[in-house]
């Protein structure tokens, strides 16, 4: 065999080796998507990304919640242990003192004592001495089976607390996935902003009173600094994480999700066409949020690669507001 015959032989296997890496990664052979695709799909990944980080948001709070609840559960646990303990010490010097003294020589040490009257004296002390006993054996028994309770109890929220542990770690997965893929669009976009942490902001000048403009201030005062899903501050946000920030600002305290600031807010939801500024703003599907600022504005967090801004609310969402909450 020459070598012209061997070379002709190894192009080929490697024109056939390309055409199965291409079938097994069918992507590899598909050209990079145009800038207009790749905003198209930038709108699509944006939509799922919001309800994906609120539901990260959500099961991450129900974790944190169940950990602190096991927390509290176990701290009372070793309160009532120290105090069942104690019960259980004194019961033992009741059972050695009857046990060095002796019931029968006490009863004896009372006939001996003569008189009707000591010796009805000294059956009343000891008559109340058993009740005390049985008083404190009574209590021992009852700190032991709310023991038990507790512990029962105790283990069920650590379950559900290891249970919501779980699902945050699958929902994170893919949230990360699906910020790669943000980052990766957005820069071959050119649209990709790191923000700044340290962002002093801008000031608010717009028409709100009182505890709504308290809030607005410190939401005005963090544009510029970058979204980050699961950010509470004070370098990053999420829509939500800066809500609540804002209104924490200001004296009240909100939920941690979109959801739960929704369903917090079932009694004061506001007509669109009545906002005033500082309302809550929420989006269909409940997942985005941002504050109305006054004269047609909005402050939010956006989404990934973008940073804390004022947007035109009407620009911005046109349809897709689902309601406003009056905090």
């Known amino acids: 065999m020459g070598v012209p015959t061997r070379l002709a032989r190894v192009a080929a296997l490697a024109a056939a080796l390309a055409v199965a890496a291409t079938a097994v990664h069918p992507g590899a052979a598909l050209a990079e998507p145009t800038p207009a695709q790749a905003r198209a799909k930038l709108v699509k990944l944006n939509e799922r990304a919001d309800q994906l980080v609120e539901q990260y948001n959500q099961v991450n709070e129900t974790y944190r919640e169940s950990r602190a609840r096991y927390a509290a559960l176990d701290a009372e646990i070793g309160r009532k242990d120290a105090a069942a303990a104690a019960l259980r010490r004194d ?23 003569g008189s009707p009257e000591a010796l009805l004296g000294g059956v009343a002390s000891l008559d109340e001495i058993a009740r005390a006993r049985a008083a404190k054996l009574r209590a021992y028994e009852a700190a032991g089976a709310d023991l038990r309770r507790r512990h029962a109890q105790a283990r069920a929220v650590l379950a559900e607390a290891e249970e919501a542990r779980e699902k945050v770690r699958g929902r994170r997965d893919k949230v990360d996935r699906m910020v790669a893929e943000q980052t990766r669009l957005l820069r071959r976009l050119g649209a990709f902003r790191t923000g700044n942490p340290a962002s002093p902001g801008i000031p608010y000048t717009g028409p709100a009173s009182g505890s709504a403009r308290a809030a607005l201030r410190f939401a005005f005062a963090q544009v510029g600094k970058p979204y980050r899903y699961g950010g509470t501050g004070p370098g990053s946000y999420d829509c939500s994480g800066l809500t609540q920030a804002a209104w924490r600002s200001a004296g009240v305290e909100l939920p941690r999700t979109t959801y739960t600031q929704w369903s917090w807010g079932a009694s004061r939801r506001v007509p669109l066409t009545a906002l005033q500024p500082g309302d809550l ?16 504005k909005m402050v939010h967090a956006p989404q990934t690669g973008d940073v804390v801004k004022v947007v035109d609310l009407n620009d911005y969402w046109r349809n897709r507001l689902a309601g406003a909450v009056r905090p």
């Open 281 to 296: 703003l929420f989006s269909k599907g409940l997942g985005h949020m941002g504050m109305y600022a006054g004269d047609g």
């Open 91 to 113: 019961l033992m010097a009741a059972v050695v003192s009857d046990y060095q003294i002796g019931s029968v020589d006490g009863w004896a040490r009372l006939v001996g004592q």
